[in-house]
């Protein structure tokens, strides 16, 4: 270590690698009051040492050594990303033009013949170690930007997540579905979507950042049952007509709502594109008898055909408040008679092959009997304020 300007300073390391000993002590000689100094008298030693913490900050190479030479020694060195950044002076007794030109298309920073000049030797390490400085510092500090870029962008990621969590917990606590259905349904979407794309026309579309996205989306396809009075929405018996038209506003309320979030912010997210139709399009059926607009085959957006298929195979397995579950055995063949009419038949298909996928994803987020529990009493304490809201007021007497 040196003292500059009152703090120590840790030296700078150099290598010098030659096969020759009085050329090892001669370098050693020369550098050692102002560097610490490593040696090695072979090119495999060196390449060790180049690797281990902490690594040189520069090397000076012979050329002509047996086993390795020079030339392989700097083409390992840069060959490799944990060493590619320190820079190599070849000092050699190689004159020719073209053994230099050889040595620094390998990438080497200088090149220096023997007998070398002390001061030259002096003046080019001084300045190669100034440029590595320079280069290190900027290359930390890129890490470091790197680092704060995926920092910041995975916080976005999570806000973004649980955002989404909110909204569907929050549509879902109007419902008669426990926070559960969420889950399974999102896992029954990724699973269909990733056995669908063994299917060529699907390849292109079903990329791992398009079934990410769609798995973050799926929470959101009852997110229009918030804008549904709860007169409707929290009967416990059939729909009326007059009242099943209200109901089937939810999708268009649901997309409605998203849109509006996307004008806030001012630009298109991709997510958020997929969480339209989905919300939009999930209850479409295959044979055009579905809500909202009567679309038919693949005129309904592929990721609210699989939200269609995963949403009904839930509700059919999944106790309710108002009634017992379904065996899977049962709601599978429910879904076989679906094919064509409710569902797309390709999904049908695949949903067939990797139906025990779906049955572990409903018993990892099964509902237990306290979740059910807090679904009715939850579901008894809104049905109280709006049947509370329903009621004449008597005037207040002034």
């Not at 809500?291 to 839930?314: F, H, N, Q, S, T």
Request: net charge negative; charged share 30%; hydrophobic share 40%.
């Amino acid at each position: 270590m040196t003292l500059a300007g009152g703090h120590w300073i840790e030296k700078p390391t150099i290598l010098v690698v030659d096969d020759t000993p009085d050329n090892l002590t001669l370098m050693s000689g020369l550098l050692k009051d102002q560097y610490r100094i490593k040696v090695s008298n072979r090119g495999a030693k060196a390449l060790e040492i180049a690797s281990t913490q902490p690594q040189p900050d520069l090397i000076l190479l012979d050329i002509m050594m047996p086993e390795m030479d020079g030339y392989e020694v700097c083409e390992q060195l840069k060959a490799n990303p944990e060493t590619a950044h320190i820079p190599v002076i070849f000092l050699t007794a190689k004159t020719e033009t073209e053994d230099e030109a050889h040595g620094l298309d390998l990438g080497a920073e200088d090149y220096l013949t023997k007998p070398v000049n002390p001061a030259i030797l002096m003046a080019r390490v001084k300045n190669h170690l100034q440029l590595k400085s320079h280069a290190d510092f900027l290359r930390d500090k890129n890490l470091f930007l790197e680092q704060e870029v995926r920092r910041r962008t995975q916080e976005v990621t999570q806000v973004q997540d649980v955002t989404i969590m909110v909204l569907a917990s929050l549509a879902e606590t109007r419902d008669s579905d426990t926070g559960n259905h969420i889950r399974r349904t999102q896992y029954y979407v990724r699973a269909l979507a990733e056995k669908l794309r063994d299917e060529p026309q699907y390849q292109t579309l079903l990329t791992d950042q398009y079934i990410d996205i769609l798995f973050k989306s799926a929470p959101l396809h009852d997110i229009g049952k918030v804008g549904i009075p709860d007169r409707i929405l929290l009967k416990p018996g059939p729909f009326e007509e007059d009242e099943f038209e209200i109901m089937k506003r939810h999708p268009l309320l649901g997309r409605n709502a998203i849109e509006h979030a996307e004008a806030q912010l001012g630009i298109e997210v991709d997510f958020l594109k997929v969480a339209k139709e989905i919300a939009y399009s999930h209850q479409e059926k295959w044979d055009g008898s579905g809500y909202p607009e009567g679309l038919k085959g693949e005129d309904i957006p592929l990721c609210a055909r699989l939200m269609a298929l995963a949403d009904v195979y839930d509700a059919l397995i999944c106790r309710r408040v108002y009634k017992e579950p379904m065996p899977h055995e049962e709601a599978v063949e429910i879904i076989k008679q679906g094919s064509g009419s409710h569902f797309d038949p390709i999904l049908v298909k695949h949903f067939e092959a990797i139906q025990q996928e779906f049955t572990a994803i409903a018993a990892r987020f099964a509902d237990n009997d306290e979740d059910l529990r807090q679904k009715a009493n939850q579901l008894e304490e809104f049905r109280a304020v709006a049947l509370d809201g329903m009621q004449p007021k008597q005037p207040e007497c002034s």
